[in-house]
């Protein structure tokens, strides 16, 4: 089979299942390599020597998620695809799994970045860390899942395709009020052009044909243009592009003159910190971020200035002491050069 066949194929396959757009563009990008690999090896090899050899190529270059990335695209290929589920790979080479501490922003830093956010923009990066959301999940929100009545977000399929609630911040009732009231503008705009109605996630298109002209389904925070689906080609009204919202966070950052590597999602593990040094419970804390697992929320126990400030260094046990170290008292600031070398 061609390869244009198999990731047609693919792409069938994918919106049959009603995958995520994101989703079904990772697993075609993944299919791409295997496949183009593949051309490469000798003939006869089983598929499970395909798939075992190709994920040893990458091993050394790759991280471990895009090594178990393309593990599930292949693993659906086979299974879902061509119908032919692979058997047992047997030992492979897996790359390293690094253990990596999250980035996070102290209040103060906090507090400086978001003061020179502008425009929705201010707003979208409040509403991301205030609620500890994830950038995709900010951008996708619809108008029925801010309740500012009731002071709630209900995130909706979120990662593992879950659902859950968090608190509005009371700062943000009356920004996010007003902010409604343009979009509800916006959106009477769109209706009285008789612009196509915003997708809708899954079967819900084909269920209610006309509920994406409707207010409930809105973008909280619709783009400013049009632009053509990219599974149905329909130009209509998309939400607010995440890479817009990136930018304006790395360029306030650099303003700012902080000296970390901030992404959006160092909001949400800065939200994660400072709820810790609040006093949330951890297995609250945990239900807030939407984690599978409590060892995942377990990791921000690990930058908690209080816990790593608490044990102390043997060095404050000398306190007392002259520290022998260029400049201190009776030691001379230049040291002595050792003779040269014969």
Known sequence: MKKSEILARVKAVCRTRHLACTTEQAYSAQITRFVEFCATQPPGISNEARVRAWLEDMAP????????????????????????PLGDLGPWAR???????????????????????????????????????????CVRLRIQHVDIERRTVRIVGAKGDKDRVVALPASLVVPLAEHLQRVRALWEGDRARGL????????????LPRAGAEWP??????????????????????????????????????????????????????????????????????????????????????????????????????????LAFPGAAGIPAAWPRPAAAC
């Open 95 to 137: 790359a390293k799994i690094p253990r990596r501490l999250p980035v996070w922003l102290t209040v103060a830093e906090t507090q400086r970045v978001l003061a020179l956010a502008q425009g929705t923009h201010a707003l979208m990066l409040r509403l991301t860390y205030g609620c500890g959301l994830r950038l995709m999940e």
């Open 61 to 84: 270059r790759v991280a471990a998620r895009t090594q178990a990335q393309a593990l599930n695209a292949v693993a659906f290929l086979f299974r879902d695809v061509l119908e032919k």
């Open 217 to 322: 389904w809105f973008w909280v925070f619709p783009g400013r243009g049009l632009s053509a689906d990219p599974r149905t080609g329909v130009v209509r009204r998309h939400h607010a592009h995440e890479d817009g919202l990136s930018k304006h966070l790395r360029a306030i950052v650099a303003r700012a003159g902080i000296a970390k590597r901030v992404t959006m999602h160092v909001l949400r593990h800065s939200y994660a910190t400072h709820q810790l040094e609040r006093g949330v419970p951890l297995h609250k804390l945990r239900d807030l971020l939407g984690h599978n697992d409590i060892s995942t929320t377990e990791i921000y126990l690990h930058v908690l200035p209080r816990e790593v400030v608490a044990v102390g260094s043997p060095l404050d046990d000398h306190a007392g002491a002259v």
């Open 196 to 207: 196509p109605p915003v997708a809708l996630p899954g079967t819900l298109a084909a269920k």
